[in-house]
């Protein structure tokens, strides 16, 4: 079974540009997340879709981050501006059901802002 | 609200010598729990899960914790830690009755092990 694909793995942008991350999570699950790690830090949820609607999105900082997940499989995550504090590792993960876990994770991206 | 705390942030051992990383939670409903690791510059793996079956939850790499809710923790142990045990790990929560199964992270231990 494949697992959670994320890309790219690595991006370095400056303060100010924008920054598009994306996840096909493991086929067939329902719930997808985004988490924001920052370094020495628990990964913090930033939006859970089930299918292509938002479950939870009460973290995200809707000012300059946005996600998607049009038809219920892949999805993007936005950042527009970036700031300095947006440097962190973004995982995405999936899970079958939302209500009992656990969440399959992908590699993560790894962004500096600079 | 549901909520992790890890007791210690970095916990040191010997190879060969037990491991106890210390999870307690809150949660106002029947909660699911997680013990997840992280290699460096790896992703987040799932180590066990306890979701209201046995309380004694064996996982892999010969982990396993035990949830007790009168005292509400889920601790991890490991009988004899190995030199490939060292990285981040993170208990995680989740409420059943929640309607949207938000997974809540502790702030992660580092476990170190020396040889």
């Known amino acids: 079974e494949a697992g959670v694909a994320q890309s790219p793995r690595y991006k370095i942008i400056e303060k100010r540009q924008s920054v598009a991350f994306w996840c096909n999570p493991i086929?067939?699950?329902?719930?997808l997340y985004w988490y924001q790690q920052i370094l020495g830090q628990g990964p913090k949820l930033l939006i859970q879709f089930q299918n292509n609607g938002v479950v939870d999105d009460s973290q995200l900082p809707k000012d300059r981050f946005s996600a998607e997940r049009l038809k219920g499989v892949d999805s993007t995550l936005k950042i527009q501006p970036a700031k300095l504090e947006d440097s962190a590792v973004y995982l995405c993960a999936s899970s079958p059901r939302r209500d009992r876990g656990p969440a399959f994770f992908g590699q993560g991206t790894r962004l500096t802002v600079v | 609200a549901q909520s992790v705390t890890q007791l210690d942030s970095h916990v040191s051992v010997s190879e060969g010598t037990p491991v106890l990383l210390r999870c307690n939670y809150s949660s106002s409903y029947s909660p699911s729990l997680f013990w997840y690791v992280q290699h460096p510059n790896k992703g987040l793996q799932l180590l066990l899960k306890y979701t209201s079956a046995a309380t004694l939850v064996k996982g892999i790499n010969g982990f396993e914790a035990e949830f007790k809710k009168s005292e509400t923790s889920f601790h991890l142990t490991k009988p004899s830690a190995h030199m490939s045990d060292a990285a981040e790990y993170f208990c995680?929560?989740?409420?059943?009755?929640?309607?949207?199964?938000?997974?809540?992270f502790g702030q992660g231990t580092t476990l170190q092990v020396k040889p």
């Open positions: 086929s067939g699950h329902a719930t």
């Open positions: 995680v929560v989740s409420e059943v009755s929640s309607n949207t199964g938000k997974l809540i």
